[in-house]
């Protein structure tokens, strides 16, 4: 901390889609723009984020000093240059928490002056919306405290979860894509609407409503998701001839096949930044 009980500086690096979605989060929450701080490219885009929300760009070195919590929120093939810039400017104490998809913590670790606590965070899209699910990780210095700070911040925009590193490939493949895999679904069930005859923006309407409200029951009510879907499946009924031709053409089959494959690729992606 900069001062003693003071809460932390953050700086976020990179304030692209993620990024400002954490900052207009954060301040949506109840920080104040001078606890604030971002970097940017961009002279454009720094003034029009500063004009947007009054929060103040700086350089990396600069937020690297003043700033207790570092947020990368870069695309990961930009991480090189940013590690080159962040490396003889941040403080030993300082929290770094990475957003960035497939960067293990000991990529920061090598690179970063010795000590410096790493968080690795797998957010997805819906943080835009203020509905990120967001698994964290510890480095090899991170606490309890660091953790607890990050799970503070990310609630802001979100759920939290934390889970060891090694299950991080199985989180990008499970709600790191899954808002692509609803919207996948939600396009096929729009189709079908069409099929059926019905005009496309009625179609829309039912499907997306339909699916906030799904969405809503099973986040609302705890229920277990065959009990509700139980309760809308009557003996000899519309729905159950509907779950036949979804089992009959394997949809469950698809989905664990697909969701395996996309953690796969996500290995893959990590293997890259392996210790040399
Ligand atoms: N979007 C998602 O759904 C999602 C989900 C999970 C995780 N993530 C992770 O979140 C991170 C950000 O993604 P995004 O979609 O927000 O990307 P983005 O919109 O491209 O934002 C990245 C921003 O960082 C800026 N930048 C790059 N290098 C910089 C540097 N050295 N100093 C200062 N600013 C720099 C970029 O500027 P330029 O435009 O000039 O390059 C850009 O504005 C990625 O690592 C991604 O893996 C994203």
Do not use: W
């Not at 993620?18 to 961009?42: K, P, V």
């Not at 760009?57 to 990961?76: R, T």
């Not at 991080?168 to 059926?196: C, K, N």
């Amino acid at each position: 901390m900069t001062q003693a009980n003071a809460r932390p500086v953050i700086a976020v690096l990179g304030a692209g889609k993620i990024g400002e979605a954490l900052l207009s989060g954060l301040l949506h929450g109840g920080r104040q723009a001078d606890e604030l701080l971002f970097t940017e490219r961009s002279a454009s885009r720094s003034a029009q984020l500063t004009e947007t929300y009054g929060i103040a760009s700086a350089g990396v070195p600069a937020a690297a000093k003043k700033a207790d919590v570092l947020v990368v929120a870069v695309k990961p093939q930009d991480i090189e240059p940013l590690l080159d810039e962040l490396a003889p400017a941040v403080r030993g104490d300082t929290l770094i928490v990475s957003l960035c998809a497939g960067l293990p913590t000991a990529l920061f670790e090598r690179r970063l002056p010795a000590g410096t606590p790493v968080v690795r965070v797998m957010p997805n899209t819906p943080m835009l919306v203020g509905e990120a699910m967001s698994a964290i990780s510890p480095g090899k210095h991170a606490s309890g405290a660091h953790l607890a700070t990050v799970e503070e911040l990310l609630a802001v925009v979100g759920k939290v979860v934390r889970v060891p590193e090694s299950q991080q490939d199985a989180v990008t493949a499970l709600s790191g894509s899954g808002p692509a895999y609803f919207f996948f679904l939600v396009e096929a069930m729009i189709d079908a609407g069409i099929l059926l005859g019905l005009p496309r923006a009625v179609a829309e309407k039912l499907i997306i409503q339909s699916a906030v409200g799904a969405a809503t029951m099973l986040a609302e009510t705890g229920e277990h998701p065959v009990i509700l879907r139980e309760a809308v499946t009557s003996p000899a009924g519309t729905t159950i001839m509907a779950i036949r031709e979804l089992e009959n053409h394997g949809v469950r089959a698809a989905l664990l096949a697909a969701i395996e494959a996309a953690r796969d690729r996500s290995r893959e992606l990590g293997r890259v930044h392996e210790a040399d």
